[in-house]
């Protein structure tokens, strides 16, 4: 680890991270009462403080109700947060918990809670403690899943959440800085035990992380490794746009049509993001799987080499028909599935 990832932030560095976010009437500050979180809410209560206008700052503590300390911790986030003129609340996560997929379900739960709470205080975003440590950990993730280059971005440093910004100022900045700035300011904070639990598949990967980190998969060439797909998928994006643009057009709301022999001379990669786009505003069954999508493309160029005409090839996908005829292809609602009994 370089020396300067174990240094402090400074007050100018503070003033820079957040910068962003200076004319947004209000934000939230998601805080669990971790190093990251308090971290996060120090800084911005310091940079505000620095400023002679600024948004309004409100932390936010979600209480899943999975641990007995989680309660104490939530109060010690509101306590620091009175010591730095911050309002705080605290919201619970009430209601059964799944048995499988809990990391999941929480982390759901939790964004609605606090989307919920940025609505109701007039705030446009919600600001987390993603750390450049988190970036590297869920690339590694995504890549252990076989995910596409959209996935291996990783996370954004701003991205829609339930109707609200999601904004990350700390991706860049390693986790050891942050204690390093919580150790200067001598402020403590909470260590959850389920972040180092093996059976969940995020502490799995944090544990082999020293190990990658000597072979030179530490977390700032990781997180750099993620900037560099983010930039690629942006560019190809812009293209898939273009493509949508020139190839789609509308019978009605419900009904997508792309001209065939123009789909045909695109480049692989744009043609199944556009196939995914279109099902994904068709389907009403949530979003399709890279690995489904590419097998449907798989089957439209099969049929499109294929002899005859007419009807080339019928399927659903999450939700969509697909309907391929010699001169387009045609999304629509697919029939609603009938019930087994």
């Known amino acids: ?75 010690d986030v509101k306590k620091l947060a009175a010591t730095l003129n911050l309002p705080h609340r605290t919201l619970r996560w009430i209601g059964d918990k799944p048995a499988t997929g809990l990391p999941a379900a929480a982390r759901q739960a939790r964004y609605a809670l606090l989307a919920k709470a940025t609505r109701a205080a007039g705030a446009t975003h919600i600001l987390t403690a993603h750390t450049q440590d988190d970036q590297a950990e869920t690339l590694l993730m995504r890549m252990a899943r076989g995910s596409g280059m959209a996935g291996l971005a990783a996370m954004a440093r701003e991205s829609d959440r339930d109707g609200v910004v999601l904004a990350r100022p700390l991706l860049d900045i390693p986790k050891a800085r942050l204690i390093a700035t919580l150790a200067k300011a001598r402020i403590g904070f909470a260590q959850d035990p389920s972040n180092l639990d093996p059976q969940y598949t995020r502490p799995r990967w944090r544990a082999l992380m020293p190990q990658l980190a000597a072979e030179g998969l530490d977390s700032r060439n990781l997180a750099r490794l993620a900037a560099r797909l983010s930039r690629a998928n942006d560019a190809i994006e812009f293209e898939v746009d273009m493509a949508e643009d020139a190839l789609a057009s509308r019978s009605s709301p419900s009904q997508i049509n792309l001209d065939m022999q123009l789909f045909a001379e695109l480049q692989e990669e744009i043609r199944l993001r556009l196939l995914l786009r279109m099902i994904d505003h068709i389907g009403h069954e949530g979003p399709a799987g890279l690995g489904q999508a590419e097998a449907l493309l798989a089957s439209i160029d099969r049929a499109m080499q294929a002899d005859g005409g007419g009807i080339r090839l019928k399927q659903t996908l999450a939700g969509a028909l697909v309907t391929l005829t010699d001169d387009r292809l045609r999304i629509d609602p697919a029939p609603p599935r009938r019930r087994k009994v």
Do not use: N, Y
């Not at 503590?61 to 309660?71: F, I, P, Q, S, W």
């Open 1 to 75: 680890m370089r020396d300067d990832d174990l240094s402090p932030i400074s007050a100018p560095q503070a003033k820079q991270l957040f910068a962003a976010w200076a004319s947004a009437p209000a934000l939230i500050l998601a805080v669990s009462g971790g190093p990251d979180s308090v971290a996060l809410m120090w800084l911005a209560a310091r940079w505000r403080k620095a400023m002679k206008r600024g948004p309004a700052l409100i932390a936010v503590t979600v209480d899943h109700g999975l641990r007995t300390e989680a309660a104490r911790e939530a109060r």
